[in-house]
T-cell receptor
Framework: ETGVTQTPRHLVMGMTNKKSLKCEQHLGHNAMYWYKQSAKKPLELMFVYNFKEQTENNSVPSRFSPECPNSSHLFLHLHTLQPEDSALYLC???????????????FGPGTRLTVL | GQQLNQSPQSMFIQEGEDVSMNCTSSSIFNTWLWYKQDPGEGPVLLIALYKAGELTSNGRLTAQFGITRKDSFLNISASIPSDVGIYFCAGPGETSYDKVIFGPGTSLSVIP
């Protein structure tokens, strides 16, 4: 247990569906992240939030829409996805941005997404 | 942009053997990180290195920050079945300490 939980753990959706991924951290952290992990590829940073404000959007298509209502919760809203969006989506949190040489990121277990 | 390369891509070893893997970059990194991802879980930080030449251990794991700042090495001694997983090197990007660049990973399998 890393203190970061993600739900659901597995999700299968059609290209016309709308679904949301949820992440919650119990570590008192202020920064939260979404990563995409595809087979045979490095983890790709998607979004970064610091104190509920989005600080990074790594050229992610608009069919992925993040939401951070408070420092403990992060959502990724999905709509009209493509089969190539199938991947493991990982959430992470850290103490906060710019507060040290490196703030260790704690990862959740991920949501395995399959788009049919 | 910054990229990390890891070798080998995958390894199959006998239990009890020592393991070595490395990570290289075309650009300088000021911090090197080694993460491990167990099957079905997210990555967990194993070791962080902050100075060129630094050698740091965490149990049976030892990592080194290369002198050129463009590489790092991870060694695992006396491997056991729970060492199975994917090992990622990573480092903060040029623009932000918190925008971490990950390598593609080395997949380790341990044969009992």
């Amino acid at each position: 247990e890393t203190g970061v939980t993600q739900t659901p753990r597995h999700l299968v959706m059609g290209m016309t569906n709308k679904k949301s991924l949820k992440c919650e951290q119990h570590l008192g952290h202020n920064a939260m992240y979404w990563y995409k992990q595809s087979a045979k590829k490095p983890l790709e940073l998607m979004f970064v939030y610091n104190f509920k404000e989005q600080t990074e959007n790594n050229s992610v298509p608009s069919r992925f829409s993040p939401e951070c209502p408070n420092s403990s919760h992060l959502f990724l809203h999905l709509h009209t996805l493509q089969p190539e969006d199938s991947a493991l989506y990982l959430c992470a949190s850290s103490q906060g941005l710019g507060q040290g040489p490196y703030n260790e990121q704690f990862f959740g277990p991920g949501t395995r997404l399959t788009v049919l | 942009g910054q990229q990390l390369n890891q070798s080998p891509q995958s390894m199959f070893i006998q239990e009890g053997e020592d393991v070595s893997m490395n990570c290289t970059s075309s650009s300088i990194f000021n911090t090197w990180l080694w993460y491990k991802q167990d099957p079905g879980e997210g990555p967990v930080l194993l070791i962080a290195l902050y100075k060129a030449g630094e050698l740091t251990s965490n149990g049976r794991l030892t990592a080194q920050f290369g002198i050129t700042r463009k590489d790092s090495f991870l060694n695992i001694s006396a491997s056991i079945p729970s060492d199975v997983g994917i090992y990622f090197c990573a480092g903060p990007g040029e623009t932000s300490y918190d925008k971490v660049i990950f390598g593609p990973g080395t997949s380790l399998s341990v044969i009992p």
